[in-house]
């Protein structure tokens, strides 16, 4: 008898011996050349029925990967333990501001990990990303919500200008808004950043390094052309596609 995760049932109809050898074969017990000729069927059955799935290499894609986490504060140190913890062979920090002095020191990917929103700095960085071709993304805070992402991929996705357009196109008041992060960046008399509890910050943290990780080993994005929205008092998840907007209408118009 076999059961899926779904709860699927599955009655095997072959000898006890051959069910043992099966056995062997799918939990790591032969790990080289072809099954037994009288346990291929059954395995091209599995497959069909979608009740097979690969192996995990024995050596991960991470260990030769190179990310870099900008910015202090407890997401950045939240995300950097995961990151190791995942198997990514090198992780660094960076203040923010920093970026990487050549293309010989450049990661694979950037986690930007901001208090309030950082506009100046992450236009900068967002504009480096995409001339360099790598992917980034960011978290930062909005009154006592947080914004992660999306993950910006260079040709492919949204990145921050683009989301900075966005807000500003359907902004009631676009000039005050602008305004509003230009006195964010200027970092004087701007109230403290309400940090989460750990509990929340491990989510923040997780949900960061899960598409960053995905993008690494090459598996589907969890979150790809979505920026999140995490209220950490409700533990209420929102979910914003975002589509890139064309560059001939992120410039400015001739004089």
């Known amino acids: 008898m076999l059961v899926s995760p779904e709860e699927r049932f599955v009655r095997l109809r072959i000898e006890p011996e051959q069910a043992a050898r099966l056995a062997h074969r799918l939990t790591g017990g032969t790990t080289g050349g072809e099954p037994e000729g009288d346990l291929l069927p059954i ?6 029925q979608g009740l097979l799935a690969d192996r995990p290499a024995a050596v991960s894609p991470l260990t ?3 990310v870099l986490v900008r910015g202090g504060g407890p997401v950045a140190a939240t995300v950097t333990r ?11 920090e960076r203040d923010a501001g920093a970026l990487p002095v050549s293309t010989v020191d450049a990661p694979h990917a950037v986690i930007a990990c901001a208090g309030w929103l950082p506009d100046a700095d992450w236009l900068r960085l967002d504009a480096w990303c995409a001339g360099h071709g790598i992917v980034w ?6 009154g006592l919500r947080f914004h992660l992402g999306p993950l910006a991929i260079p040709g492919r996705t ?17 000039a005050e808004l602008e305004a509003w992060w230009r006195h964010l ?13 750990p509990a929340a910050l491990a989510a923040l943290a997780a949900a960061l390094a899960a598409d960053v990780l995905a993008w ?11 920026q999140l929205a ?26």
């Open 43 to 48: 395995l091209e059955t599995f497959a069909q």
């Open 64 to 66: 030769g990967r190179h």
């Open 82 to 92: 995961l990151l190791r913890a995942a198997g990514v062979g090198r992780v660094t």
């Open 137 to 142: 993304t960011g978290c930062h805070a909005e």
């Open 158 to 174: 949204a990145g921050y200008a683009d989301v900075r357009a966005r807000r500003l196109a359907a902004a009631r008041h676009p």
């Open 185 to 197: 960046d200027g970092g004087r008399d701007v109230p403290a950043v309400p940090w989460p509890e």
């Open 216 to 226: 690494l080993s090459g598996r589907p994005l969890p979150h790809e052309g979505v």
């Open 230 to 255: 995490f209220d950490p008092v409700r533990w209420d998840w929102t979910r914003h596609p975002v589509l890139p907007v064309p560059r001939n209408l992120m410039q400015e118009p001739a004089a």
